[in-house]
């Protein structure tokens, strides 16, 4: 019996020690979180039980024009998800999962524009939640507000961030875009966008905290923040009007030459800032509808034609050796070589170089070879007054066939073809070799300028997105040479400004009313395949405005069928220019007076003085006919109608016509494109009118401030045109 006792007390001592063992063993683990046998802390695994840790994306930079116009920014959007799991806690009476995933799935294809069968797979599936891919990603608000109209269940919105671009096609293979990667974040992905990206990128804050299975956040969990810090802010050099006014200029030339592709860029003389760049075909980085991700201006090097002239007489009159009057045969330029060095000769020879459209004026002067655009007299100006050797060095000089490396844009040096005699003729005149409108706007900056050279740029600060007077990056005018002497760049600016004013310079369609211009035209064969048997042709003019002291310069160039016109048809550019001249506050009446307009911070007054003519009977005759008769007189001149013969004109034969004032030919009736009327008096809304015998509906006062159909809209006679002045 005693024995029976000892084996009970025995039991039971040895239950109450393992009781208390495991009872101390469960109190360490739950309160002081160490597993007794191994030592082993738990601290770390508690803590890190259920914790949901979610990403709390920063706010990529917004990318300014220089007044402060967005370009790009990030908008809030939302993203769809679609919980699938029937075990889902919710309040009574509610159902918190995709209970209908038929009906789910067909709401949300039309609204979504996917396919129902692909939706309906997904929401199908056997997981807790699922996403929809990029069809449910960056929805707007009004998309989010229309999904949760049709009351579907299981349907869920989380915030996201969606790169946006305001004003869509604005110098878009410059700017680029940029787009949410997998974790949310907006990424560059091309242009200033991928290039600034680091700037541009904030960085990405979390949220932490412990819930339950379900994911609700239990009272009394822990809760860890970090706030995002959100991208630098870049503000660039482009301007919004000037820009807005080359992108309309592009359309415009596109549909009247038919062209591949146009480019174009203006630029301020003295500091290199760019302020409008650009090409088409070009996209609309909201859509991405990208047809060619190449940056024209930077990265497609092409022979430049004859606005490389200007670098022939730059070198001839800064070696001192230059006389503008004495004459030369503009005739065949013939050649031999004397090494690799060609030099004139009256006949035969190696080969002769002749003129566009095999052109002959005779004995001219130096200064008319450049006027009238003479390959042969530029050939002559290389060879007999200076050499190709010295040539080669102002090339150099000029920076051409190097690196511009401006704000770390990708771009192409060109090719230089120069060891040859022909190709040491042909330089002269630019064809053979390839530059950039990079390269041609720095080296222009010295002609236009004092004789300094400045490198174009695009960016002009970068500033903190909460303090803006904390400025992480400010551009300077950076100074890259001096290749000609002040005295040289205004003897040469003299002479481009008389290939506008002269009348047989070949810039003189490009005459605008508000101020007066100096530049150079360009046309080179494009070699396609090997050869120039394309027909294709690049039509270029650089101008710089004021002519005597230039402030802004302007390139344009495009690529189309050859049109002898092109240089006659020049409208678009023209709207251009006239939009540039506006930044130089000189502006002009059309009256027929002199007026006196006073210039910022000057004393002196500058007088412009408007001309009157009597205007010639241009009808039966050719556009380019008009123009050689009007094209000095310094009107805006309209051709409406697509065909070539003058049906009509206004002013009428014998009429008076002064500078600056409306022109309109008529050469069909089938219908025209739409000028932008902005700013025309009553008189000249109701010229177009009569001329066209189009329906207008006219309203109003003073100026023209409203039209209903844009501009470059095709009008017939079927079309209805209110225009409201004020």
Not at 75 to 82: D, H, R
Not at 234 to 256: C, N, P, R, S, Y
Request: with cysteine; hydrophobic share 35%; proline share 4%.
């Amino acid at each position: 019996m005693k024995r029976h006792n000892r084996m009970l007390l025995f039991i039971f001592i040895l239950t109450l020690v393992v009781s208390i063992l495991v009872a101390s063993n469960v109190f360490l683990v739950a309160v002081v979180k160490v597993h007794a046998v191994s030592n082993t802390d738990l601290k770390a695994y508690a803590d890190s039980a259920n914790i949901t840790t979610k990403i709390l994306n920063a706010n990529r930079g917004y990318i300014y024009d220089r007044n402060g116009n967005i370009i790009a920014q990030d908008v809030n959007t939302y993203n769809i998800v679609c919980i699938l799991d029937k075990n889902r806690p919710a309040k009574k009476g509610q159902t918190p999962y995709v209970d209908d995933p038929s009906k789910t799935a067909e709401v949300l294809a039309v609204l979504l524009g996917g396919d129902k069968d692909t939706i309906y797979n997904e929401l199908t599936k056997n997981l807790y939640q699922v996403e929809l891919g990029l069809i449910g990603r960056n929805l707007s608000r009004e998309k989010k507000e229309e999904i949760e109209s049709y009351g579907l269940n299981g349907i869920e919105f989380y915030p996201s961030i969606k790169r946006s671009y305001p004003l869509g096609t604005f110098a878009s293979n410059l700017i680029g875009f940029a787009q949410s990667d997998e974790t949310g974040s907006t990424v560059g992905k091309m242009g200033l966008e991928i290039i600034l990206d680091e700037e541009l990128s904030g960085t990405n804050g979390y949220k932490s905290y412990q819930a339950d299975k379900h994911g609700f956040v239990l009272p009394g969990m822990k809760i860890t923040e970090e706030s995002a810090i959100n991208g630098n802010n870049v503000t660039l050099t482009l301007d919004k009007g000037i820009q807005e006014a080359l992108e309309q200029a592009f359309v415009q030339t596109m549909d009247l030459f038919n062209a591949d592709r146009v480019w174009g860029a203006v630029m301020e003389v003295d500091t290199g800032k760019v302020l409008a760049w650009g090409q088409a075909p070009s996209f609309d980085p909201n859509k991405l509808d990208i047809q060619d991700y190449n940056n024209f201006g930077a990265q497609l090097p092409y022979e430049p034609g004859s606005t490389m002239k200007s670098f022939v007489w730059a070198a001839a009159i800064d070696t001192g050796n230059y006389d503008g009057t004495k004459e030369v045969y503009s005739g065949p330029y013939c050649y031999k070589a004397d090494g690799l060095n060609p030099y004139r000769v009256q006949s035969g020879g190696l080969g002769c170089i002749t003129n566009a459209s095999y052109k002959n004026w005779g004995m001219v002067g130096y200064d008319y070879g450049l006027i009238l655009s003479s390959n042969s007299v530029t050939a002559d100006l290389l060879t007999e007054v200076i050499n190709p050797d010295i040539y080669e060095e102002y090339l150099d000089k000029f920076h051409f066939f190097q690196p511009v490396e401006t704000d770390n844009l990708r771009e192409e040096i060109g090719i230089k073809h120069y060891k040859w005699p022909s190709e040491k003729i042909t330089m002269g005149y630019g064809q053979g070799s390839t530059v950039t409108t990079l390269q041609l706007l720095q080296a222009y900056s010295a002609i236009f300028g004092d004789g300094q050279m400045v490198k174009p740029y695009f960016v002009e600060s970068i500033r903190d997105a909460y303090d803006s007077q904390k400025i992480i990056y400010q551009a300077e005018t950076t100074v890259v040479g001096q290749p000609i002497k002040e005295s040289t760049a205004e003897e040469l600016r003299s002479i481009l400004k008389r290939v506008v004013y002269d009348p047989q310079g070949t810039g003189k369609h490009y005459m605008i009313p508000e101020i007066e211009i100096a530049g150079k035209t360009g046309t080179t064969q494009v070699l396609v395949n090997g050869s120039y048997a394309s027909g294709k042709t690049i039509a270029s003019v650089m101008m710089a405005m004021p002519a005597d002291d230039p402030k802004y310069m302007v390139y344009y160039a495009f690529e189309a069928g050859y049109d002898r016109n092109a240089h006659y048809k020049t409208e678009p550019i023209k709207t251009l220019l006239r939009k540039v001249a506006m930044l130089t506050n000189v502006t002009n009446i059309n009256q027929a007076t002199t007026e006196t307009v006073d210039a910022p911070g000057e004393g002196e007054p500058v007088k412009q003085e408007i001309k009157t003519y009597e205007m010639p009977n241009l009808v039966n005759h050719s556009y380019e006919y008009a123009m050689d008769k009007i094209g000095g007189f310094g009107t805006s001149t309209y051709l409406l109608g697509s065909s070539n013969t003058i049906i009509d004109q206004f002013p009428k034969a014998g009429s008076s016509v002064s500078t600056g004032q409306k022109v309109f030919l008529l050469t069909d009736t089938g219908g025209f494109y739409m000028p932008d009327l902005t700013g025309w008096t009553r008189k000249e809304v109701t010229a177009l009118w009569e001329i066209t015998d189009f329906g207008f509906k006219i309203s109003g006062g003073g100026t023209v401030m409203y039209q209903n159909v844009p501009v470059d809209a095709f009008v017939t006679k079927d079309t209805e045109i209110e225009v409201e002045l004020q």
